[in-house]
């Protein structure tokens, strides 16, 4: 085989751009550097267990065995944590976040607090779906959705980008329902330490989190959960409404369905924008070797919590989707969000 001057010139240009895409990746060496997974919310919910125990796990399979921390910073449904990753957070590989399902979401709907396109965030891997739930204290007068359709029943709410205040809100525009949101609070941690005081009737959290976590409450039945945000019910609550299964009319149920989609996203990380393909790589492929490590496997068995990894793609491919919703879908959503 015989080459030409150009078609010589344009091999040797191909196999050198290879070579260097090649030798890239292989500098890419976290060793000696200290890897952060930002939490967006405070201790004890889904998003600080699933948070830390990738902390525990990651470093082991990433390149050159850094340390891996995990802190947590708190605000606006976890848009400031989302905020701080998209525009602040180091692009080589050191920064990486765990954020509400919803960033696409909050995004279409005009969230005010949202500072970022979430088409733009690189997607490191999903650790588990997610079920978000809404739930009663015993001693409350609703004890189902059928309840707050009658009685005014106060919830606590962490902020206007987190279902525990977004959901109760459309509830009361499409379905009747008489939620009282009582904003502010930083996290479900704290919301569910105000339903324990008495202070309101309930609030929402993650079903991971409250199988984990509060036990003693299913056990004692301390709690009555009424909804759980999906579009169809879990196998494991065959006997709460599903959100994506109300709704009055055809237009409510589109409303209502897509704030039942997050679980797909679930409890997923994130990278900031602009951060080199090989860094993104080496990210992506250490997390999934994460999710196959036998002791992490063990401890999230252990724990109750539930461990279904999804790949970059698939994760981008549901924001997508999110984002291409059909405005008069969005335009109502911020009408009813009053956004």
């Known amino acids: 085989m015989t080459f030409s001057g150009s078609s010589l010139t344009r091999l040797l240009l191909a196999t050198t751009l290879l070579g260097a895409a090649s030798a890239q990746a292989q500098e890419v060496n976290l060793a000696k550097k200290t890897v952060t997974i930002y939490i967006g919310n405070t201790a004890g919910g889904s998003y600080d267990l699933y948070g830390r125990a990738v902390a525990r796990y990651l470093g082991k399979y990433l390149p050159g065995q850094p340390t891996v921390i995990a ?44 500072q970022f396109d979430a088409a733009n965030f690189n997607w490191v891997g999903r650790i588990a779906s997610s079920n978000n739930i809404h739930f009663q204290w015993h001693t409350a007068k609703a004890q189902s959705l059928d309840d707050v359709k009658k009685i005014e029943t106060p919830v606590a709410a962490a902020g206007a980008g987190n279902i525990s205040e977004v959901v109760p809100k459309l509830l009361n525009a499409t379905i009747g329902t008489k939620f009282k949101i009582i904003s502010g609070f930083p996290a479900s941690a704290e919301g569910m330490l105000a339903m324990e005081r ?76 602009g951060t080199p393909a090989p860094v ?21 068995q252990k724990a109750n919590l539930d461990l279904e990894y999804a790949p970059p793609e698939k994760l981008t491919d549901e924001v ?16 009813l969000l009053a956004r």
């Open 71 to 114: 802190t947590n910073m708190p605000g606006a449904g976890t848009l400031v944590a989302a905020n701080y990753i998209y525009k602040v957070a180091p692009k080589d590989g050191t920064a990486i976040g765990i954020v509400t399902e919803t960033l696409a979401v909050e995004q279409i709907t005009g969230n005010s607090a949202v």
């Open 198 to 273: 008495g202070e309101v009737d309930g609030t929402a959290g993650s079903w991971a989190a409250i199988r984990t976590g509060k036990k003693q409450w299913l056990e004692d039945k301390k709690i009555k959960i009424i909804l759980q945000d999906v579009p169809e019910r879990a196998a494991d609550l065959p006997d709460v409404p599903a959100l994506g299964e109300l709704g009055n009319n055809e237009a409510d149920r589109q409303l209502l369905r897509l704030y039942a989609s997050g679980g797909a996203i679930g409890r997923a990380f994130i990278a900031p924008p």
């Open 280 to 300: 993104m790589k080496a990210l992506q492929s250490s997390f999934l070797a994460m999710t196959k490590d036998a002791d992490m496997i063990a401890e999230m």
């Open 320 to 335: 997508k989707k999110t984002l291409a919703t059909p405005k008069a879908v969005a335009d109502r959503a911020k009408e």
